[in-house]
């Protein structure tokens, strides 16, 4: 079973605006990692947070992380076309082995 | 190399045949992984490759995937056999297990072989 879910499954955008996604897990995690992947290709590694933190930006990414609630959200700001993908997001809890949720697809309208 | 390279990028083959993937990771990464993404999915978790370490073979959905690592270095994944339900993109990932860069487990992804089962 997937440990961590992405929500929604689809966001439609218009440039400009921002874009929230969010995932929830089950178990107890040691990091939290958000990875996006274009089109026919491989996934890309995009920002991770620690279990002991709260909050972490990256250029226009904010991820917060709440592991009371096990979530977590990925914020994108101003969003571009370019941004159009899927994301992921990926946990490990205790193995080396992350285990990713079935995304989020992005589109961001120009 | 600069990335994670995975050969070939496409493969259709007809049910019952056996294909083989191949993976080759960054230099120096001692741990692989190969996962797979079938349409709309997310990813599944295939089998994991540490070092010299038996390697976890617990997500192999059946005993027609199998996967060797050569050398600790490029990988091969084997389905026998194939069935229409193997059609999916077959991702490998690679990371670092020593150095500054090794304590985040971030993954380095290859751009997928897609595998078409006719």
């Known amino acids: 079973s997937q440990q961590g879910e992405e929500d929604p499954q689809a966001l439609s955008i218009q440039e400009g605006e921002n874009a929230t996604m969010n995932c929830s897990y089950k178990t107890s995690i040691n990091n939290l990692q958000w990875y996006r992947q274009n089109s026919g290709r491989g996934l890309v590694h995009l920002i991770l947070i620690r279990s002991n933190e709260r909050e972490k930006h990256s250029g226009r990414l904010r991820v917060t992380l709440d592991t009371s609630k096990k979530s977590s959200s990925l914020l994108i700001t101003a969003s571009r076309a370019a941004d159009t993908a899927s994301y992921f997001c990926?946990?490990?809890?205790?193995?080396?082995?992350?285990?990713f949720g079935r995304g989020t697809s992005l589109i961001v309208h120009p | 190399g600069a990335g994670v390279s995975q050969s070939p990028s496409n493969k259709v083959t007809e049910k019952g045949k056996d294909v083989e993937l191949r993976c080759d990771p960054i230099s120096g990464h001692t741990a692989l992984y190969w996962y797979r993404q079938s349409l709309g999915q997310g990813l599944e978790f295939l089998i994991y490759f540490q070092g010299n370490s038996a390697p976890d073979k617990s997500g192999l959905p059946s005993d027609r995937f199998s996967a060797e690592r050569t050398g600790g270095s490029v990988s091969t994944l084997t389905i026998q056999r194939t069935q229409q339900e193997d059609s999916a993109v077959y991702l490998c990932?690679?990371?670092?297990?020593?150095?500054?860069?090794?304590?985040?487990?971030?993954?380095?992804f290859g751009a997928g072989s897609r595998l078409t089962v006719l």
């Open positions: 990932a690679s990371r670092p297990t020593s150095g500054r860069a090794s304590g985040a487990n971030v993954l380095t």
């Open positions: 990926a946990t490990y809890s205790g193995s080396y082995i992350p285990t």
